[in-house]
């Protein structure tokens, strides 16, 4: 039995380094099954999560294109998280227990999303930032080995770049615009930059998990590699909008052709993901009022389901 | 009572012509609620002119550990495929 689970794993590693995609029903150890639970929900949570910050601010969208921009960024942000929970289910969760981890906080989401967005400039550092950094670990993952969350990644990198485009135009129009527009827009960079560069999570010697990732090619590139490529994409367009990236140590270096930057404040990275970010437990908080107050939608829509059905029964006999 | 509304598998023909293609799955109370989801969920941006919806339960999908019996033998019929025949080059239209 043991030696037979041997040569399956090894069998497994075979098709994946052969480049084979993973499919649903497919043999799989134990460990590929949990690890993509684990991630697939965490990305779907960051997803439903996301909206709360950026719903904050459609009714107090300064125009209607603004407004309807925002609006349809929003709803995107729910098909992608149903996307992924689909996919997640294809592993044998419901998704009712999903559901359950993100509620009861046993389950983590992206930790950006645990902080406060107190202006209008911080839609536009928001699409700008935090979805440009989404879309570098999302266009990874187009190529990732289990195939139902590749596929999702493909529709969701196609939706992505409308969310970073109206985002960078939104901090366009600030920084054209008086100056106090102008400082709003400087202020959101200066409080999205950093925690945008720790949505790549760990530095790659503390993160254990990388080596089996790369090997099951779960992940192509590690943390550190994918935090580079943001921030050599990033500088250059704060360059084109006149804003300042708030790192006294970021410069170009021309042997790495790279730039190099400080050092993340990893105790406050620590310190979020542990739940004590400044909107952690308001996050939890909607999203399980919203839960809790849609129980006897879910309830109703079941029944008149089931009532509906019965009455086909009975007219057919 | 709590019940999780059923999974549907979702298909979506992009245009009037093409076949109608696996999009994705969604849940739902009942089928009239899948297709308003699915229109919601996988045809935001004029992705379809047509929906079908299936509860997944009804979907039955071949052994991966068959497929070899399944596909296999198709694999040594290459007279089957146009270019198995020796023709000469100065026929035309073939
Ligand atoms: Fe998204
Ligand atoms: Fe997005």
Known sequence: ??????????????????????????????????????????????????????????????????????????????????????????????????????????????????????????????????????????????????????????????????????????????????????????????????????????????????????????????????????????VPQADILGLIIPDPDLKWNDDKGGYDFGEIDWDEFWDVVKGNGPCNQKRLDDRNAAWDNGKWVREAAIAHAEKQASRRVSKSA | MNKEWPIWEIFIRSKNGLEHRHAGSLHAADAEMAIQNARDVYTRRQEGVSVWVVESKYVTASNPEKSGELFEPAKDKVYRHPTFYNLPDELKHM
């Open chain 1, 1 to 234: 039995m043991e030696n037979n689970t041997r040569d399956l794993e090894a069998e497994f590693q075979a098709r994946i380094d052969r480049g084979e995609n993973i499919e649903a029903k497919d043999w799989m150890p134990e460990k590929y099954r949990k690890t993509h639970i684990r991630q697939i929900s965490q990305h779907a949570h960051s997803e439903v999560v996301g909206m709360l910050p950026e719903g904050n601010w459609i009714s107090r969208a300064p125009s209607l294109r603004r407004k309807v921009a925002l609006l349809a960024k929003v709803q995107d942000e729910a098909g992608h998280g149903l996307y992924l929970y689909s996919a997640a289910e294809t592993l044998g969760i419901s998704r009712d227990e999903l559901v359950e981890q993100l509620l009861d906080g046993t389950a983590k989401y992206s930790s950006i999303f645990n902080y406060p967005t107190l202006t209008w400039a911080d839609m536009g550092a928001v699409g700008w930032l935090v979805d440009g950094a989404a879309i570098i670990n999302q266009v990874m993952l187009t190529k990732t080995s289990y195939g139902p969350y590749a596929r999702a990644m493909v529709r969701i990198c196609k939706e992505e770049s409308f969310h970073q485009r109206q985002g960078y135009e939104i901090m366009l129009a600030l920084c054209n615009g008086s100056e106090a527009q102008k400082r709003m827009a400087q202020d959101a960079l200066n409080r999205f930059w950093w925690p945008s560069l720790m949505m790549f999570g760990p530095r790659d010697e503390d993160s254990p998990n990388t080596e089996q990732s790369m090997k099951w090619k779960i992940k192509k590139k590690t943390n550190d590699e994918l935090r580079q490529q943001f921030v050599d994409q990033t």
